[in-house]
């Protein structure tokens, strides 16, 4: 029978906003963040942000060239993007108008293929293009939320195998739904779990 052993790792204190490539990306309060290695213990800070953002993710591990950082945040009728490049000293910040009263949830947006996608807290899509520098909506999937849009639920998104997925949980765990959404319209094929 194998032996597991458990080491205890020592991060610094902060909030995890995701987890990628062995890295944290973390933030101490809301505007100051930063990769932590909880292997290494190598922290590396970024500039301050000036807004809070609602959901984040990496592209590459911070010691890559590649890295870039994106952030999305929803204030009253504006959706904020932020982004960071690997080296630079600030944060490029774009503005759109938020038109479809859109609520982000907190949970990490998904690239796929070069557009990030950021789950709203009623099920629909935000979709951000960066090289074209655009924001659009797609649809909700109704269907399925009608279980969950009473309730304060958690939100997940994840990709596998080239198809993007949203997973829903309502507070009191009963109720778990995992949607493949269409890409095209955001409505999702969901398949409803019921457990403890």
């Not at 997925?165 to 269409?182: D, E, K, P, T």
Request: charged share 20%; aromatic share 12%.
């Amino acid at each position: 029978m194998p032996r597991f052993s458990w080491t205890t790792l020592r991060a610094p204190e902060g909030i995890i906003r995701v987890s990628k490539y062995g890295w944290l990306l973390m933030t101490q309060g809301d505007h100051c963040p930063f990769f932590f290695n909880p292997f290494t213990n190598v922290r590396i800070d970024l500039p301050r942000i000036d807004y809070k953002v609602s959901s984040v993710t990496f592209t590459n591990p911070p010691t890559s060239n590649d890295c870039e950082i994106v952030g999305f945040s929803t204030v009253d009728d504006v959706i904020r993007v932020y982004s960071i490049k690997r080296g630079k000293e600030s944060w490029t910040e774009h503005e759109f108008k938020n038109c479809f009263c859109v609520v982000l949830s907190r949970c990490n947006p998904v690239l796929h293929g070069g557009r990030y996608y950021c789950l709203g807290t009623k099920g629909n899509l935000v979709v951000y293009d960066p090289k074209k520098n655009t924001v659009h909506r797609t649809g909700s999937p109704k269907h399925i939320w009608a279980h969950f849009e009473d309730s304060d639920c958690r939100h997940y998104m994840l990709e596998s195998e080239g198809d993007i997925f949203a997973v829903f949980v309502a507070c009191n765990g009963r109720h778990i739904c995992i949607c493949r959404l269409n890409l095209s319209n955001g409505v999702g094929n969901g398949r409803r779990f019921v457990g403890g």
